[in-house]
């Protein structure tokens, strides 16, 4: 399970990262809003832990930018600004929690397990629900139509897991090879053939196409 942590203060970001990756989390860092929203457009998190005063893209700006693009990936807050104001603004913009600097990291642990369960259904990756009765195990890559097993080849899993955690957004073919296919070499002939092979066994319209836009697997909001 992938977390972004956009911290600048080296001390706060080292320990944060650490402490993640004991609990099995995948951590990438960053110390400027600029390069975290780059990796935000280009990979896919479940979370999200940011920091209001850094340096070229404040967090604030961040969350603006991300919500904007319609990605709806949890975001806590971790800041020393905690007067009512900057408060408001960040749940204005669209964040799930706040946590005051200074804090005890098992404190991050829970809201982030909190988080987690809330939005996902679970502290881990297991079953999400999706439409027309199908369900989709992230922890097995198992695909379920009332009970039944839809076998999927292990990049098919890949790929679907990957759509499914983007909730509802359209991703572009490229950000799809670069993520699901670590930018291998692939043609978008073939990425479009693997979601031609998953159509066929799902169903056509679960994975839905927009010239330009890319694709995305639609996720019920809860």
Sequence with gaps: MKILLLEDDYNYNESIKEYLEMLDFEVDSFFNGEDALDAI?????????????????????????????????????????????????????????????????????????????????????????????????????????????????????????FLINRKNAFCEIEIIRENVWEGKEISYADIRMYIRKIRLKVGADFIKSSRGLGYKIDVPIS
């Design 41 to 161: 457009m280009q990979n896919c998190y479940y979370l999200l832990l940011l920091d209001i005063k850094v340096p070229k893209l404040s967090g604030h700006e961040l969350i603006k930018y991300i919500r904007e693009a319609n990605i709806k990936t949890p975001i806590i807050i971790l800041t020393s600004l905690v007067d009512i104001n900057n408060i408001e603004i960040g749940y204005e913009l669209g964040c799930d929690d706040y946590l005051k600097k200074p804090f005890e990291l098992k404190e991050l642990e829970l809201r982030i397990k909190a988080l987690i369960q809330k939005h996902y259904g679970t502290d881990k990756e297991t079953k999400i629900k999706l439409a027309c009765g199908l369900e989709f195990d992230f922890k097995e890559g198992c695909l379920y139509k009332e009970k039944e097993i839809i076998a999927l080849t292990q990049k098919e899993q890949e790929l679907v897991r």
